[in-house]
Structures are given as structure tokens and as C-alpha cells.
């Protein structure tokens, strides 16, 4: 099975983490100038490691040109399969939607040239949208790029704005997705096409039912497809086999240089 988002630099012992519960390949997010270093270094030395190279909204404030250099040669390794994580956060402090709107854009105008998926974070306070709404409207003069929705809140405006989307979006559901209050995300868990489906942990956070509470390890990754599997009523293998594809599919990860 894959993780395809975890942060595995902020493990104690990344290496551990490979083979955990049948975990057979994951994607290191690269959310900044030193952790996408970071990312690529255990893509490179760790097999079935891969990595996306980035500028996370929350830290937004690191962009320049000097980092935007270094990401763009990064972005060109083999071993790096994605840009990001990349997008909108007001969950803290919305004022910082200047630095963090052009960050984003830079970063799905990286991931149009070098033709990788742009890994997209979007998050509001209790009972806003404003973050989600605004990636909606920046996403309508970038049909053509493939994203993924990491850790996929429900909000039922993008949701139905991805399946328009269609083929070049897909929904990264992470270890809340099994918590008992999250309705809006079980419920965009049921409905959308298998297809479109990815499973993440972001490890070492959101650790899911049974794991809640303790730091997430993205073999758990497969404690969210038996909860989704007994969701939709499927088979967990055959689920597997369906979110693993569209892993490599995204990603590209077969056609770079694995183990």
C-alpha cells in the first residue's frame, strides 16, 4: 500500500517507516526550502521513497527568489514526483493571503512546466470558506494542471467543483476521515468516484482511529482504507488496489527510477 503524503523528515527514524503494514511505497511532502531538501535526500536513499518539493501557505513568507531557484532545480529530480504542498491556509491569520496567493501561483505554474501534480492544502477557521472559495477561483485559469486536494475537508463547493474537474483532480483523505464528527468528510468518502480517490496519513499528524491522540506513522495509512472500505461497503484489497493506481497514476511514480 502507498502513503501518498506523510512528512517522514519529522520521524525520528524515517527509515522505520518503510514496510510498516504492508506499506510498499510513500510520497514525502517537501513543504519548504529545507524539507524539500530533506525530502529529496530520503527519496533518494530510502527505496520506495518519493518526494514533492514546495512552499507550504504557512510558511509562505520564505518565498523569494533565491528559494524559488532552488525549488525549480529540485523539481527536476527523478525522484521528485509532485510541487507543493502548495495553496491557501486562514485557519491562523488570513492576513497573510498576499504572500500566500503568490506563492500558490508560482507553484502551479512550476508544476505546468515541469508537468507534475500540484499538492494542494486549503483550510479555513470554524464555519468560513474563504480559503476554500479562493482556491476554487484560482484553480478555474489553471484547468489543465492536476492537483490533489490534500487531506480532503468535505466542503461540499469544491467537492463539487473537483468532480467538474473531473480527471486532473483528486481527493487525498487522511486519517480524520474516520473521526466521529467528521460527517462532511465521510460523506464526500462515500461519494466520489473511486477514480478520483487517494489515501494519505500526513505524518506524523492526524493520526487516525485507532491511533488518535498518538504521533501518526504512515503505515496507519491503513486504518483509514478499512474505515472508507467498510464506508462504501467494499473490499479493503480491492480498494487498495484502486487508490494504489491512482497513486502511480498522479504521480508518475512507476516511470521514475524505483524500487
Known amino acids: 500500500m502507498i502513503?501518498?503524503?506523510?512528512?517522514?523528515?519529522?520521524?525520528?527514524?524515517?527509515?522505520?517507516?518503510?514496510?510498516?503494514?504492508?506499506?510498499?511505497?510513500?510520497?514525502?511532502i517537501g513543504a519548504s526550502v529545507q524539507h524539500a531538501h530533506n525530502?529529496?535526500?530520503?527519496?533518494?536513499?530510502l527505496p520506495g521513497v518519493w518526494a514533492t518539493v514546495g512552499i507550504h501557505p504557512g510558511d509562505s513568507a520564505e518565498d523569494s527568489?533565491?528559494?524559488?531557484?532552488?525549488?525549480?532545480?529540485?523539481?527536476?529530480?527523478?525522484?521528485?514526483?509532485?510541487?507543493?504542498?502548495?495553496?491557501?491556509?486562514?485557519y491562523w491569520d488570513d492576513t497573510q493571503r498576499p504572500a500566500q496567493m503568490a506563492a500558490?501561483?508560482?507553484?502551479?505554474?512550476?508544476?505546468?512546466?515541469?508537468?507534475?501534480p500540484l499538492v494542494i492544502h486549503t483550510r479555513d477557521k470554524a464555519g468560513a470558506e474563504s480559503a476554500h472559495l479562493c482556491v476554487m477561483d484560482v484553480l478555474k485559469n489553471w484547468p489543465d494542471v492536476p492537483v490533489i486536494l490534500h487531506c480532503f475537508s468535505g466542503h461540499t463547493g469544491l467537492l463539487?467543483?473537483?468532480l467538474e474537474r473531473g480527471p486532473h483532480t483528486y481527493f487525498g483523505f487522511a486519517g480524520n476521515t474516520t473521526y466521529k464528527t467528521a460527517r462532511e468528510i465521510q460523506a464526500a468518502a462515500q461519494s466520489i468516484p473511486l477514480g478520483q480517490m487517494l489515501l494519505e496519513t500526513d505524518?506524523?499528524?492526524?493520526?487516525?482511529v485507532p491511533k488518535r491522540g498518538k504521533p501518526n506513522r504512515p503505515g496507519y495509512v491503513r486504518h483509514t482504507l478499512e474505515f472508507i472500505a467498510a464506508l462504501r461497503g467494499v473490499d479493503p484489497d480491492e480498494l487498495e488496489r484502486i487508490t494504489d493506481a491512482n497513486a502511480g497514476r498522479v504521480y508518475g511514480m512507476y516511470e521514475t527510477n524505483s524500487d
Open 3 to 28: 502513503d501518498t503524503h506523510c512528512h517522514l523528515d519529522y520521524l525520528d527514524d524515517p527509515a522505520s517507516a518503510r514496510g510498516e503494514l504492508g506499506l510498499t511505497g510513500l510520497v514525502c
Open 160 to 162: 463539487q467543483f473537483g
Open 203 to 208: 505524518a506524523p499528524f492526524l493520526a487516525p
Open 104 to 116: 500558490f501561483e508560482w507553484q502551479l505554474d512550476l508544476a505546468r512546466r515541469v508537468g507534475k
Open 65 to 90: 527568489p533565491e528559494a524559488r531557484a532552488e525549488l525549480e532545480a529540485l523539481a527536476l529530480h527523478p525522484r521528485v514526483v509532485g510541487i507543493g504542498e502548495s495553496g491557501l491556509d486562514d
Open 39 to 45: 525530502a529529496v535526500q530520503l527519496a533518494e536513499t
